[in-house]
Nanobody
Framework: QVQLVESGGGLVQAGGSLRLSCAASGSSFKINFITWYRQAPGKQRELVATITNGGTTNYADSVKGRFTISRDNAKNTVYLQMNSLKPEDTAKYYC??????????WGQGTQVTVSS
């Protein structure tokens, strides 16, 4: 099994930056990729960014050029650097992964609020 713990959320003004962290523990060596999702009240969950073990990244169009996903394998941690934040980025952010034979794993989420 895997445990995922997010941190780094908070309140920031539009145009500001935050860095989210997703720390993995347990059978983290089995993780092939980690994805950041977000969900705003009354809206569907949205994929934000994904990073594979090999470092391949993928971003939602809405965050391209503003967000950067990275990983520190020594720390079993994935980061989401968010720059030029907009009020529409306000949401609860979750990291997630999938292990074959075990299913999806999710963290508890971290709230990001961007004020205008």
């Amino acid at each position: 099994q895997v445990q995922l713990v997010e941190s780094g959320g908070g309140l920031v003004q539009a145009g500001g930056s935050l860095r989210l962290s997703c720390a993995a523990s347990g059978s983290s060596f089995k993780i092939n990729f980690i994805t950041w999702y977000r969900q705003a009240p009354g809206k569907q969950r949205e994929l934000v960014a994904t990073i594979t073990n090999g470092g391949t990244t993928n971003y939602a169009d809405s965050v391209k050029g503003r967000f950067t996903i990275s990983r520190d394998n020594a720390k079993n941690t994935v980061y989401l650097q968010m720059n030029s934040l907009k009020p529409e980025d306000t949401a609860k952010y979750y990291c997630s992964t999938f292990l074959t034979g075990f299913g999806n794993y999710w963290g508890q989420g971290t709230q990001v609020t961007v004020s205008s």
